[in-house]
């Protein structure tokens, strides 16, 4: 049998030169953070510090409120070891992803873990009304969890790449939309809040989720699709995200994919959320309601089930677009939907991704992925974690 650890990728070891404790704190966090609790023999042989560094490293995180004993683990020979965990209390901080219908605020731990969240829904996202969800949803969060307001890490802000240029979309007025794109997010929330902010592609914070909390330790190499009102993606290679210079890269949206027409089109065009609420509407179906029942669709079984055919169809072709430019060990699918229509999504994928010619691409798994529906919040909400405290 394979063990779980055997499982699990290691990363990039330390230096034991004097001048690099930080760099040698965060490799210590991410090897916890990466394989769970750790005792400090265990980290130095993983990581290639001395038993003496790692020691040093441990004591002073534990002093720091960012590490905690477990249970001390009893050998045959010798003292008992003492796994070193992350302290969930030790970090938190927030995550707004800011959605063309709707935004989440989060807080989560240390751990990732979400402890609070607040929604709202709009026609279309206007500045003003966004802000101010996000200065009442703080303060509402912080009011219920002190604990967490002294020790905040930053917000981590996930949106779509150029939001504005949506506006048919999301019926929006152009004058509200265009506002965005004169707007500085990260100073905005800086002015309103005092906080310090992360700013990232949604789909790319989502892929950040996945790689730190879902299946991201189970693979070095990865590429990483969201199912949204658009569709988006990630990449993570030899344990980083890749965000690219202007955060597009793995962006996936605009690959040309079949329109069944004899052309191409962009597959946001047809492996989309609101591909399916356009079809709901076109029935006379009020295409809200998908974000009314998020935990069932059974109502809306005879629009949902094409839908998922011609998604996995073009999801498959993406995927073997993105591994025959980069060499990924796997595609992992996520999305805004129920778990159960995850699964038949990635069945489906994985199903239409067999029929086609792969000659040269390798192996190739097609994975459902573990975080779900809050991978954009709760990813946004990682990122001044990770940027502060990880190295992967």
């Not at 979400?114 to 003003?128: L, S």
């Not at 089930?305 to 990924?328: F, K």
């Not at 996520?334 to 239409?352: F, K, Q, V, Y």
Request: proline share 5%.
């Amino acid at each position: 049998m394979i063990s779980q650890d055997t499982l699990i990728r290691d990363i990039e070891g330390g230096a034991n030169q004097s001048g690099l404790r930080d760099t040698n704190a965060r490799v210590v966090l991410s090897f916890i953070r990466r394989h769970g609790a750790l005792p400090s023999a265990e980290i130095a042989r993983r990581s290639g510090l001395s038993a003496q560094t790692v020691s040093n490293i441990i004591r002073a995180l534990e002093t720091d409120g960012l590490l905690k004993r477990e249970q001390a683990v009893k050998g045959k020979v010798g003292k008992p070891s003492i796994p070193m965990a992350l302290d969930p209390k030790g970090v938190f901080s927030l995550g707004l992803n800011i959605g063309r219908r709707t935004s989440e605020l989060v807080l989560v731990d240390f751990n990732g873990t979400r402890i609070a969240a607040r929604t709202t829904t709009y026609a279309f996202p206007e500045i003003e009304r966004v802000f101010s969800f996000l200065t009442t949803g703080i303060k509402s969060i912080l009011d219920n969890h002190p604990e967490a307001k002294p020790l905040i890490a930053g917000i981590g802000v996930a949106s779509p790449n150029k939001i504005w240029e949506w506006l048919e979309v999301v019926d929006a007025p152009q004058d509200a939309m265009r506002k965005w794109q004169d707007l500085d997010i990260a100073d905005e929330i800086k002015a309103r809040t005092g906080l310090s902010a992360v700013t990232e592609n949604d789909a790319t914070s989502a892929c950040v989720a996945e790689h730190l909390i879902g299946r991201g330790s189970e693979f070095a190499d990865f590429a990483y699709i969201f199912v949204g009102s658009f569709v988006g993606g990630g990449l993570v290679l030899g344990n980083k995200v890749i965000s690219g210079p202007t955060h597009s890269a793995a962006g996936i949206g605009p690959l040309p994919v079949p329109d069944g027409k004899g052309g191409t089109t962009q597959l946001l065009n047809v492996a989309s959320l609101y591909v399916l609420e356009r079809n709901l509407a076109n029935a006379g179906l009020d295409p809200k309601r998908l974000r009314q029942f998020q935990g069932d669709w059974s109502d809306f079984a005879d629009y949902v089930a094409p839908w998922i055919e011609d998604t996995g169809r073009n999801l498959a072709i993406a995927a073997a677009a993105i591994a025959s430019v980069v060499e990924v060990e796997a595609v992992l699918l996520d999305g805004a939907m129920p778990e159960a229509i995850r699964h038949r999504l990635t069945e489906c994928t994985r199903r239409n991704f067999s029929e086609l010619d792969t000659t040269g691409i390798g192996q190739l798994r097609i994975e459902e992925a573990a975080t779900g529906p809050g991978a954009r919040s709760v990813g946004a909400a990682l990122l001044p974690i990770h940027s502060k405290y990880f190295l992967a």
